[in-house]
């Protein structure tokens, strides 16, 4: 690859199925799936195994409409300690390589390969990884091999279980443009009708787009331009490497019970949103990359986040990014347990001026800086915890 970068994404096959196989030789070869079992089998699938997904079975799906698809299922409670102790012995290999190193989730990463390029070739390296997981552990993975971290995340998912592909940016014309717009990475079930109503069907569609204008109008301006460079096969954000340098400020909330009011969600995650920005301009940091995490109750979890252009602390920014990222992510029916937002990639956040367009208005512009100037000057005169702010909620008429 002649590219600048060389980077990896490792997806774990279907890890939760895969780990109990490794702790049970007998499941191999069986059709098994990691879900809650009850007398109705009322749980819902949260990983099958690829014998299991031969029958059509697939994650979130009930376990009695599995049952009914293989009578043969084999039914293993999920254990979550179990998970999270392979999941280490992942990662603490993938370190042995290389400090430049993304967690995705508990079962994927990113690798900044590039380093190694003049000891060993990006292939042999995948291969020795792959084998390596698989022979100690017995974990399968797929490796996506690419320039930057998009097409390393669209390579891993074409050949599953156990592929390794290359994705060079001069193919994606016959590669990424003609697969249909939803399974292209960052374009979830809001944003995918908004496509199509568009006429965009394809990745290929959305490269060659040539109203960029109404592409902006319809998914805002820094979707629409993520989106489009990454069709096009551009993709420049960095590895969010964890280091005691690499600071990030986050926040979440666990509920008490399942949630499934969307809007319920929103309103905790603006108050979540207040305290990041707040939190922010104490530390005299704006944030270049804002992230929402999603955890539901069948212990799925993502984390999902948008590189910024120009780097932010403002509440108002931070909960617009994440309320598209949660609306793109979230299905009416979904149970969520915890919601939170992280703010990565910190910069410290010079006294500058904001730069306005002919499209803000100044009437809502002033109104802001006034709030800005009030809430310093009370915090300044009474303490920082004398007012933070909050949200309002909507009462209906007859309440």
Same mark, same amino acid.
């Given at each position: 690859?002649?590219?600048?970068?060389?980077?990896?994404?490792?997806?774990?096959?279907?890890?939760?199925?895969?780990?109990?196989?490794?702790?049970?030789?007998?499941?191999?070869?069986?059709?098994?799936?990691?879900?809650?079992?009850?007398?109705?089998?009322?749980?819902?699938?949260?990983?099958?195994?690829?014998?299991?997904? %031969?029958?059509?079975?697939?994650?979130?799906?009930?376990?009695?409409?599995?049952?009914?698809?293989?009578?043969?299922?084999?039914?293993?409670?999920?254990?979550?300690?179990?998970?999270?102790?392979?999941?280490?012995?992942?990662?603490?290999?993938?370190?042995?390589?290389?400090?430049?190193?993304?967690?995705?989730?508990?079962?994927?990463?990113?690798?900044?390969?590039?380093?190694?390029?003049? &000891?060993?070739?990006?292939?042999?390296?995948?291969?020795?990884?792959?084998?390596?997981?698989? %022979?100690?552990?017995?974990?399968?993975?797929?490796?996506?091999?690419?320039?930057?971290?998009?097409?390393?995340?669209?390579?891993?998912?074409?050949?599953?279980?156990?592929?390794?592909?290359?994705?060079?940016?001069?193919?994606?014309?016959?590669?990424?443009?003609?697969?249909?717009?939803?399974?292209?990475?960052?374009?979830?079930?809001?944003?995918?009708?908004?496509?199509?109503?568009?006429?965009?069907?394809?990745?290929?569609?959305?490269?060659?787009?040539?109203?960029?204008?109404?592409?902006?109008?319809?998914?805002? &301006?820094?979707?629409?331009?993520?989106?489009?460079?990454?069709?096009?096969?551009?993709?420049?954000?960095?590895?969010?490497?964890?280091?005691?340098?690499?600071?990030?400020?986050?926040?979440?909330?666990?509920?008490?019970?399942?949630?499934?009011?969307?809007?319920?969600?929103?309103?905790?995650?603006?108050?979540?949103?207040?305290?990041?920005?707040?939190?922010?301009?104490?530390?005299?940091?704006?944030?270049?990359?804002?992230?929402?995490?999603?955890?539901?109750?069948?212990?799925?979890?993502?984390?999902?986040?948008?590189?910024?252009?120009?780097?932010?602390?403002?509440?108002?920014?931070?909960?617009?990014?994440?309320?598209?990222?949660?609306?793109?992510?979230?299905?009416?029916?979904?149970?969520?347990?915890?919601?939170?937002?992280?703010?990565?990639?910190?910069?410290?956040?010079?006294?500058?001026?904001?730069?306005?367009?002919?499209?803000?208005?100044?009437?809502?512009?002033?109104?802001?800086?006034?709030?800005?100037?009030?809430?310093?000057?009370?915090?300044?005169?009474?303490?920082?915890?004398?007012?933070?702010?909050?949200?309002?909620?909507?009462?209906?008429?007859?309440?």
């Amino acid at each position: 690859m002649n590219s600048s970068r060389i980077i990896f994404h490792i997806d774990m096959n279907a890890f939760f199925a895969s780990v109990e196989m490794a702790i049970d030789q007998s499941l191999v070869g069986k059709p098994i799936a990691v879900a809650n079992a009850d007398s109705l089998y009322r749980g819902i699938i949260l990983s099958p195994n690829y014998e299991a997904r %031969k029958y059509g079975i697939k994650t979130t799906m009930l376990v009695k409409e599995a049952l009914l698809k293989c009578k043969d299922l084999i039914i293993v409670e999920p254990k979550m300690d179990l998970y999270k102790e392979y999941s280490q012995k992942f990662f603490n290999y993938l370190y042995s390589i290389t400090p430049k190193i993304e967690k995705a989730s508990i079962d994927e990463a990113y690798m900044d390969v590039t380093d190694k390029f003049k &000891e060993i070739h990006p292939l042999n390296l995948a291969t020795i990884i792959q084998n390596k997981l698989l %022979k100690d552990y017995k974990l399968p993975c797929s490796i996506g091999i690419a320039p930057n971290k998009f097409l390393a995340k669209m390579a891993s998912d074409f050949k599953k279980p156990l592929g390794i592909t290359v994705l060079r940016k001069r193919e994606i014309d016959k590669i990424l443009w003609p697969l249909p717009i939803g399974e292209m990475y960052g374009v979830g079930k809001k944003t995918k009708p908004k496509l199509e109503a568009l006429g965009i069907k394809t990745i290929g569609d959305l490269a060659n787009f040539k109203d960029f204008a109404l592409l902006k109008q319809t998914l805002g &301006e820094a979707n629409a331009k993520v989106l489009f460079e990454h069709a096009n096969g551009n993709d420049d954000s960095e590895l969010e490497i964890e280091s005691e340098d690499a600071k990030s400020i986050s926040n979440s909330h666990t509920f008490e019970v399942n949630v499934i009011d969307p809007n319920y969600i929103k309103q905790t995650l603006k108050v979540i949103a207040n305290t990041i920005g707040f939190r922010l301009k104490s530390e005299n940091k704006k944030a270049q990359t804002i992230g929402l995490i999603l955890k539901y109750a069948n212990f799925k979890q993502i984390n999902r986040s948008r590189s910024l252009d120009i780097p932010t602390n403002s509440e108002k920014e931070i909960y617009g990014i994440v309320e598209e990222i949660f609306e793109d992510n979230f299905t009416l029916g979904d149970e969520v347990r915890l919601v939170g937002i992280f703010a990565n990639r910190l910069v410290d956040a010079i006294e500058d001026v904001k730069q306005y367009t002919i499209f803000d208005d100044p009437d809502v512009i002033d109104k802001e800086a006034g709030i800005q100037k009030l809430l310093k000057n009370l915090k300044n005169e009474f303490g920082e915890n004398i007012i933070n702010l909050g949200f309002y909620k909507y009462k209906k008429k007859d309440e």
